[in-house]
């Protein structure tokens, strides 16, 4: 931690702002190689991702001492306290999107040399363009302390649900077509699943951001479209009973 | 927030550390009783535990506060400091484990009806032993502010990881035995991977209580033995590949 001689409460409070949008830069990159690296299959750019997540890692940590140091040293009230703890909770939702990205690049790793279902792919590539948005946005909405921006995100996440939903569907029609794909798609199923999660961690940023500014928290439940925990596909031709 | 007159900081700490383990039995309780509602096929406790979860998040948001609120009001440092922060971080795995189990509670009710493979349910039971018992063991380590304790739930996470990589494995050669099954072995297999990441959430708060009564962190990797997003399984008989 570099040392302040004589230093005052914004500069530090900016200084953590500073460190959440470098954190949230170094999410976005991680996310935009892990989904390069799954279209290409590019192994070495999963490699990358999944030895590169540890940095994140770190910052998240960094983060959360320095806004602890900060609450004790200043005592902050409302907003400046609301401030804070919003990167707390911002670091620590962008620590697990770096999780999930690495976790991409893993699974990238172990299919290599597989079945490469293109459509099925791109249904993920496409899934991954909107969260990259998503968590584009947010992170702008943060850096400008914009809660319409913020509130936009969170009404977004919707689309995502309804698009994973969709290729939970598909691909597991897929392995029932070919049992051929069932280890391939497994894995595509948890890369989407991960990409998917990716999107709720946008939908939180953007529920701390909103509350940062306003003070107001938002509504408990948004519009949730990911019905695939409850979604089933029947064996075509067949009535799957036990 | 019940108003004190003249409070200790001593009892504040108290507070929040009761909370924290109040919080800790609800979500075993959760966990213990999403899985029941997954080997009895049980729909009613899959509701109640898809409903009980909002009160795990509600619990959480309260410890938070409240850590914040004593950070600021009483500066604290060294293992007071600690014991704040590690309660913060404490609630947060916890509230994980909770959104892990209702998880698990709403694909119960997606299966509902479908062919249930006992074999491979008492195989995702088995973990979840293993699971409930990390968790129990590493909440003993919390209120006892027991190091050692932690020290062993820390080291054992590996056996967790193994029974998973093995039922993943089962799970897979499952489905293509039989492409009737895969709708449900997907949603096991979504089961079964939630259960191993309520593991690795024992395994956080083990770390978190080993830096709290010892001001150490453990190292940054421990045994890892999840190879399940390395782990694809061939077809029988056939070569996989695109």
Not at 94 to 118: S, W
Not at 177 to 204: Q, W, Y
Request: aromatic share 4%; glycine share 6%.
């Amino acid at each position: 931690m570099p040392d302040h001689t004589v230093t005052s409460f914004d500069v530090e409070l900016k200084d953590i702002g500073r460190k959440v949008v470098e954190m949230g830069g170094q999410a976005e990159r991680l996310v935009a190689d892990s989904v390069t690296a799954l279209i290409k299959r590019d192994i070495a750019i999963a490699q990358k991702v999944v030895s590169l997540d540890a940095g994140i890692d770190q910052v998240q940590r960094e983060i959360e001492e320095k806004s602890v140091l900060v609450i004790a040293k200043r005592q902050p009230v409302a907003s400046d306290l609301r401030e804070i703890v919003a990167a707390i909770r911002i670091a620590n939702d962008l620590e697990r999107i770096g999780d999930l990205a690495k976790n991409v690049g893993k699974r990238v790793i172990a299919i290599e040399g597989e079945y490469h279902p293109q459509k099925l792919v791109r249904g993920v590539e496409h899934m991954s363009d909107l969260v990259l948005e998503q968590l584009k946005e947010v992170l702008d909405a943060y850096a400008a302390r914009n809660e319409r921006k913020a509130l936009d995100v969170w009404g977004r996440d919707d689309a995502i649900d309804t698009m994973y939903t969709s290729l939970f569907r598909e691909l597991l029609t897929y392995m029932m077509e070919d049992p051929r794909n069932i280890s391939v798609c497994t894995h595509l199923l948890f890369c989407a699943k991960n990409i998917e999660r990716m999107g709720d961690h946008a939908t939180n940023i953007a529920e701390i951001v909103y509350y940062m500014v306003t003070g107001q928290t938002l509504p408990e439940s948004r519009p949730k479209a990911d019905a695939s925990s409850d979604t089933t596909v029947a064996f075509p031709g067949k009535t799957v009973q036990g």
